[in-house]
């Protein structure tokens, strides 16, 4: 039996498993064939929606203690049982619908903020979320955001949007800005390049440029 | 009549703020309104050798506000503009000598005296810059068609706008026609595209006005002055005449339609 391992992860890789494919013999087995390459990281057993009893948990956990080289950092499921079970057997657990709801309540703390001006040179706006600029961002101007940056105007400063996020967007109905961070990343424009309906997303990791035409 | 107190400000140094104040004061002199220029611009003043008036102060504005001579007894009579006065600028001290307060007290005084009084600004966004706007009515912005100085001067509207003073008013200086023809320079609209301020006027570069500094005679003196005409037309405006801004227009001569053709620059 094979499975899949995910690696991106940086904190830990993670083996997946399901209902479908549980199955405890192959899984240490496939542990066993990938040992070289689980060395020295992290590691994370995701069950998904697979019940788990009480003996496997305990089989599971002793047999990890085991490993060389391997850190067992505890399992992952969608299952509350699952992981009151853990809770209970003192064994770590992440329910992983728990991160949505967690991104779900942070987004709604998050503020949105209207400026209904021209933002001038010298200018600073700051929102823990979105910000929607009814006017232009002159240069030397700086926005920066938790979250998406949305300019009616044109756009001609310092924009620092997703902070701290992996995803997000800038848009603006004129573009002529020589540098935009997005989510960390900086991309850099050439000077005297300008653009209509533009925008810069970053999606899975990727940034996407997209405008309408240029103007020049 | 249009607001009294005027200040010509711009956040970069050297666009020609103390030459638009002397001229626009001059124009304003000349056409007999009474008019008095007041120097900020606090260890660093000029406004008084554009005026051509260097040899004549006595008193300057921190022996005003020492409470050594009043007001008046400082001012500083133009003898070919009737009309003009200049309150000097002290160059011994720095622009701390003078707090906000004090210069409101000393427009206070001056106030229906004159008809204007106009505030040459220092050049930056600190103390200086602060104390000339805060007792304006009317702010004017002068900048001139490169990055550099409208970006600064993007940067004095947003303060003016922090100390709710009303939107200033934009004096594009020194352009020029030809390098606008060849794309080298910003045009008006460019220069618009980025401050979106009422326009006053666009001065365009004149070769004369650096003589007419150095000589102390304010261009608008001068019939023949291109520049000199231009800021008459913003005295006009300024007190509320209807005047359209001129379109830069640049004809290629005969010699540079020649040199274009063999290709040399």
Redesign the interface.
Known sequence: MSYKLRGTNVIAIELLTDDSNFNLEDIKKFILEKRQLLKGSRFILSVENYKLSMEEVEDLCSYFVTLDGITFCGFKTNLRENRELCIRLGVPCDLSSMELEKIKERAETEEVKFIKKTLRSGDKITSTGDIVIMGDVNPGAEVEAGGNVYVMGNLMGFVRAGIGKSECEVRSLYFQAPLVEVCGRQVSFERNESYTNFKIAVKNGKIKIDYKTGRN | MADKVICVTSGKGGVGKSTVTANVATALAMKGYKVVAIDADIGLRNLDLVLGLENRIVYDIVHVIEGVVPPEKALVRDKRTKNLYLLPAAQTKDKSAVKPEDLVNIVEDLRDKFDFIFIDSPAG?EEGFKTAVTPADTIIVVANPE?AS???A??V???C?VMQKPEPKLVINRIDPKKVARGDMLDVDDVL????LDLLGVVPEDKNMVSYINRGEPAVLFEDSIAGRELRNIADRLLGKEIPIPKLTYSEGFLEKLKRLFGSE
């Open positions: 966004i990055m409208i970006r600064d993007d940067r509207v947003g303060l706008d595209q980025v401050l979106s």
